[in-house]
């Protein structure tokens, strides 16, 4: 980043070291103008108090990222290629700026004056980027229609801020140039358009009775049952009519039966429901838990998000064991959905957990610290399909 000498641009950079180091609630203005080599009567000619400097620290490193990001993606015309160059262009950026990351995520973010904020209003800026390259995809036919672009770029954005977060607290592996193919490829899999999948061709149905049972479902669901006859979906399924006669007594049999199938399908996803054994299945519900637990328990998730998550100290204590033992829950999941080829055999165990807790911190920690009331749940649907696409085998 260019540092101009300006005095406000020193107090600033001097508060992201000084915060980095000995944390925002420990420094003193004094601190400060020390170390920035200048009186604290300069200080407070530009700043009020402590708490404005915290809160102006982000303006002019946001102001850095949009503009560099904007020339690093000039003349990118693929939106593929260019939301690969935004999130390796993040990730880059993060890793050079670590110290005002950890400010951002530790002692920014937590403060509820920053969300009311010119560098809120930044943030939100930079998240139209991925938005807008979302959009674009979406009218080359490169990406699904159906994805939600404001959950797209919390998605994205919680995937790097988690991965962060748990290097500054944890010193978790993580290299930004080793994992940017595993970051951006399962990125870009939550996202990317699937070869079309056409409707089911009858006629290429090997077992006999499945197709008679398919053709005579597609009529019925067409046709009053009374009106339609054995040769008509003898004729669409391809098979004589004294074959019909082979697998069903007569056609209310038949009608009968078709809803047995379908039954019996019913029943299973029904048994999954109240007793999840697919892990696909646990990671929607681990999902739902979740945005309910927080729905119901607002004021709780307020300081959760405000003075747990970013205290070092709270990840060292007793009460933090509840939270590892979670945390062993999802790895076993996890593990199950490799071992059952669900999930991606070669996925780090440590992105599953950014790609799915950043996310959810990412719109949670948002919605608790603005006090909006808009019902998580519906978020559900939309979630699930972008970190279930980002990951599965």
Known sequence: ?????????????????????????ASTISDLAKEAGMGEATIYNHFKNKEEILISIPIQYFHDFISSNEEHLEGIKNPEEKLRKYIWQ???WSQRHKDFIKVLLLEVQPNHHYYHSESYDLFNRMLQVPMAILKDGMKAGLFREEINPQIFSNFLTGTIHYLFLTLILFDRPFEVLDDFDDVAGSIVAAIKRDEAISAIDISEVEEKKERILLAAEELFSTKMFFETTISEIAR?????????????????????????????EFTEIFDETICPKKPETKLRFILWHFLTFVQNHKQWARVYFKDLIPNPRFYQSAQYEPMKAYDSKLARIFEEGQQKNVFKKDLKLYLFRALLLGTIDQICSHWAMLQKEDNLIVLLDDFYELVFNAIKA
């Open 90 to 92: 993040y990730l880059w």
């Open 1 to 25: 980043m260019n540092v101009s000498n300006d005095k406000k641009t020193r107090i600033i950079e001097t508060a992201i070291s000084v915060f980095a180091r000995k944390g925002f609630r």
């Open 236 to 264: 669409k399924a391809h098979v004589a009519d004294g074959t019909i006669y082979e697998y069903f007594k007569n056609k209310e049999d038949l009608l009968f039966s078709d809803f047995a199938r379908q039954m019996k």
